[in-house]
């Protein structure tokens, strides 16, 4: 838990270190408590990106009282409900951006979406016949609802701006629920079965929430030719969130205990589901969840959702992130006091970079520019020799951009060379390896290299395999020759 945070936003000194065609940069130089740091921010010509570069001399230490002190660096935007994208060895995963330290790899993202859909063809259902519990009170009435048990409830101004009794979430409407002292509002999940109207529908969209604490199970959709399909349901505390398959349909900035209004900020989220194509929902059976709640449930055609723009943080050694709304914060350094009291004491030197991008992060190359920092090309100068390879070459290359070629080596067992890739960007795709020497065969095998997994045609050097959404290929090729492989060239003498 941070109890408190101080903005090193005074610098010591600024200074310009390059300026020119190349490259412009300034250094700032700051200082607190023991501590000093050091950083350079720099353009680079034809950068899409801003690099910083810090040296950070860290002195502090934690003690019980005190708690253990933090380095973090923060972008804060004006996203409005972005999606929070973390990398993950070998894929991505969406986390909440409620401010809490999470894991990541390379790099982390902040999104803006926009939801569009044919709002004509959406159908709010009635759950009137369905509330059992009071979520909601008012200024006047502090004390009437009851939403998490514990005497706190949704305050009804949560739906000001609702329009002839409807909410819209992104271009869907869902119907806001009774509001009255007293009124009925909101069903507790206890295994009860909603009849829903039949219809053509693309998407079920179910919105809700939980208290205290997440909750959640299997639902079930009931289809009107008797089969049935379980999905998971379950939502965020009403506090928190939203995790990943989660939307924040409406928010309010306080919430109400019986002597008032009070905080932290509340929130109503949204889940949505597809229904085969070719069936009609009848019904939904709700999962046995004490804490979980649900207000409205909407049918309708599918929800686009369409990235607009957003901003990456880029890292090249730390790995702990968190999005608290709109703001995207990469941790630096912290200090401890049990069982370790120096953890990071001493001179650190930390690169990351900022990267704003139109559209979304697969499409934007934030995956290749995080390679790129993490693993920057290097050259060497050597003498004047003779060599047998071409002025340019390529061992190996994959296409299309959305393949992140992770790992080239000699087979654990054998002379072969071992292709590792992964799709990075949750699309279905036909990946072509492209070598550089002869080729005589290729098999499909696992990440251990322990199963043959059948093999693969080959064409003028070039390997064809077809990768899953979010799949990783494993493939050992068969060099035409033992002396196939390039080999490095060594100066002559």
């Known amino acids: 838990r941070i109890r408190w945070t101080k903005d090193l936003d005074q610098g010591e000194a600024v200074e310009v270190s390059a300026r020119g065609p190349l490259v412009g940069a300034v250094v700032a130089r700051h200082r607190w408590n023991n501590s000093t740091?050091?950083?350079?921010?720099?353009?680079?010509?034809?950068?899409?990106?801003?690099?910083?570069?810090?040296?950070?001399?860290?002195?502090?230490?934690?003690?019980?009282?005190?708690?253990?002190?933090?380095?973090?660096?923060?972008?804060?935007?004006?996203?409005?409900e972005p999606v929070f994208t973390c990398d993950i060895p070998f894929g991505t995963v969406a986390?909440?951006?409620?401010?809490?330290?999470?894991?990541?790899?390379?790099?982390?993202?902040l999104t803006e979406v926009v939801r569009t859909t044919e709002s004509s063809r959406a159908v709010p259902v009635d759950l009137s016949a369905y509330f059992d519990h009071d979520a909601f009170a008012?200024?006047?009435?502090?004390?009437?609802?009851?939403?998490?048990?514990?005497?706190?409830?949704?305050?009804?101004?949560?739906?000001?701006?609702?329009?002839?009794?409807?909410?819209?979430f992104g271009g869907l409407p869902w119907r806001v629920p009774p509001t009255s002292p007293g009124a009925k509002n909101a069903i507790?999940?206890?295994?009860?079965?909603?009849?829903?109207p039949g219809g053509p529908a693309e998407t079920i969209t179910i919105f809700g929430a939980s208290a205290p604490s997440a909750d959640g199970g299997h639902a079930k959709l009931v289809f009107r030719d008797g089969t049935q399909e379980t999905v998971p349901l379950s939502f965020s505390d009403w506090c928190f969130g939203p995790e990943a398959g989660e939307e924040i349909a409406v928010r309010s900035p306080h919430r109400f205990e019986p002597s008032g209004r009070t905080?932290?900020?509340?929130?109503?989220?949204?889940?949505?589901?597809?229904?085969?194509?070719?069936?009609?929902?009848?019904?939904?059976?709700?999962?046995?969840?004490?804490?979980?709640?649900?207000?409205?449930?909407?049918?309708?055609?599918?929800?686009e959702a369409r990235p607009v723009y957003g901003v990456a943080l880029l890292n090249d050694c730390k790995h702990g992130y968190d999005a608290s709304g709109s703001t995207l914060r990469l941790t630096l350094l912290r200090a401890s006091y049990d069982p370790d009291p120096e953890p990071d004491l001493g001179v650190h030197e930390i690169g990351y970079s900022l990267l704003?991008?139109?559209?979304?992060?697969?499409?934007?190359?934030?995956?290749r520019a995080a390679w790129e920092l993490n693993n920057?090309?290097?050259?060497?100068?050597?003498?004047?020799?003779?060599?047998?390879?071409?002025?340019?070459?390529?061992?190996?290359?994959?296409?299309?951009?959305?393949?992140?070629?992770?790992?080239?080596?000699?087979?654990?067992?054998?002379?072969?060379?071992?292709?590792?890739?992964?799709?990075?960007?949750?699309?279905?795709?036909?990946?072509?390896?492209?070598?550089?020497?002869?080729v005589r065969a290729a098999r499909l095998t696992n990440v251990v290299e322990a199963e043959d997994r059948g093999a693969i045609a080959v064409g003028g050097g070039e390997v064809v395999v077809s990768t899953k959404a979010c799949g990783i290929a494993t493939v050992r090729v068969v060099p035409a020759s033992r002396g196939s492989f390039p080999r490095p060239v060594r100066p002559a003498g």
């Not at 002195?59 to 923060?74: D, F, H, I």
């Not at 507790?188 to 829903?196: D, K, S, W």
């Not at 889940?271 to 929902?281: A, E």
């Not at 704003?356 to 995956?367: D, K, L, M, R, S």
């Open 37 to 80: 740091f050091t950083t350079w921010i720099g353009l680079r010509a034809g950068s899409r990106q801003v690099d910083f570069r810090l040296v950070a001399d860290w002195r502090e230490k934690g003690t019980p009282q005190e708690g253990s002190p933090m380095l973090k660096v923060a972008f804060p935007t004006t996203l409005r």
């Open 376 to 438: 920057p090309v290097a050259a060497e100068m050597v003498e004047s020799h003779v060599g047998r390879l071409p002025p340019a070459a390529s061992l190996v290359s994959l296409e299309p951009a959305n393949l992140v070629l992770a790992a080239v080596k000699r087979a654990e067992h054998g002379d072969e060379l071992v292709a590792r890739w992964y799709d990075s960007a949750g699309r279905e795709t036909q990946a072509r390896l492209k070598l550089g020497f002869g």
């Open 356 to 367: 704003p991008h139109g559209g979304g992060w697969a499409e934007a190359g934030v995956v």
């Open 95 to 109: 986390r909440s951006p409620g401010g809490q330290d999470v894991p990541a790899g390379m790099w982390a993202d």
């Open 188 to 196: 507790r999940a206890a295994g009860q079965t909603i009849q829903l």
């Open 138 to 168: 008012t200024d006047e009435q502090p004390s009437d609802g009851d939403f998490d048990s514990m005497g706190m409830s949704y305050p009804v101004s949560i739906f000001a701006s609702a329009r002839d009794g409807l909410m819209d």
């Open 263 to 303: 905080g932290p900020e509340c929130r109503i989220f949204a889940r949505s589901y597809p229904i085969p194509k070719g069936k009609v929902l009848s019904a939904l059976v709700l999962p046995r969840a004490p804490r979980l709640r649900i207000f409205a449930i909407t049918l309708g055609p599918r929800v």
